[in-house]
């Protein structure tokens, strides 16, 4: 069955500090991949979304970046955080007619 | 930007079933139509999709109009656990993007 990994669960940075967040994806095979990220009380909001390795399609213009370094591994990352990036980070994978979504990050910078 | 439009939020008294509205007047011939719920804290769940008929799983219904403008959520028997925010989406291409949802208060 497919499972989608993401680390760490909850995360405190400071501002100005360096973000990295990975998503594994299993049992399954060039899946499309996402980042969303959702601050409190709010909607989901589309970041990244990759087809391919290497292929990544930006949505939002901001201070965060995204890699896909293998067919199940996204990795999204920042130089120096702001506040209002923090919130809850989902990482989602799709095939044709199916979207799953990971457990999530929930990251607050201070 | 989102195609579908959703009420801000809805009431359902417990037991009852839930119908959930969903605009989504641009939709294209070979775009389905997906909903998802998130539960506070949590990712969005998958709940069920459909292109044209009419379709019905363990967790709901989904009801599509003969033009396909807009569709209807039902959740036959709410239960408290179904408090949460609805999504429907119209999957454009590669891109799914969420709309505002409906908040969903089941009532006891």
């Known amino acids: 069955s497919q499972t989608i990994h993401q680390w760490p669960a909850t995360l405190v940075q400071p501002v100005g500090s360096p973000l990295s967040l990975e998503c594994t994806v299993e049992g399954t095979s060039n899946p499309n991949l996402y980042w969303y990220r959702q601050a409190a009380g709010r909607g989901l909001q589309l970041l990244f979304y990759?087809?391919?390795?290497?292929?990544i399609s930006s949505e939002v213009p901001q201070n965060l970046s995204a890699s896909r370094p293998q067919d199940r591994q996204f990795i999204l990352s920042s130089k120096k955080l702001l506040l209002s990036d923090s919130g809850f980070y989902l990482c989602?994978?799709?095939?044709?007619?199916?979207?799953?979504f990971g457990p999530g990050t929930r990251l607050t910078v201070l | 930007d989102a195609k579908t439009t959703q009420p801000t939020s809805m009431d359902c008294a417990e037991g009852r079933a839930a119908n959930l509205p969903c605009n989504h007047s641009?939709?294209?011939?070979?775009?389905?139509v997906y909903w998802y719920r998130q539960i506070h804290s949590q990712g969005p769940q998958y709940i069920i999709h459909g292109l044209k008929n009419n379709e019905t799983n363990e967790m709901a219904s989904l009801i599509i109009t003969e033009d396909r403008k807009s569709s209807t959520l039902i959740l036959p028997h709410a239960t408290l656990r179904d408090t949460a925010v609805y999504y429907c989406?119209?999957?454009?291409?590669?891109?799914?993007?969420f709309g505002k949802g409906t908040r969903l208060h089941i009532l006891p």
């Open positions: 989406i119209v999957r454009v291409g590669d891109k799914i993007i």
């Open positions: 641009t939709i294209s011939g070979n775009e389905y």
């Open positions: 989602a994978w799709s095939v044709p007619l199916e979207q799953f």
């Open positions: 990759s087809v391919g390795i290497g292929q």
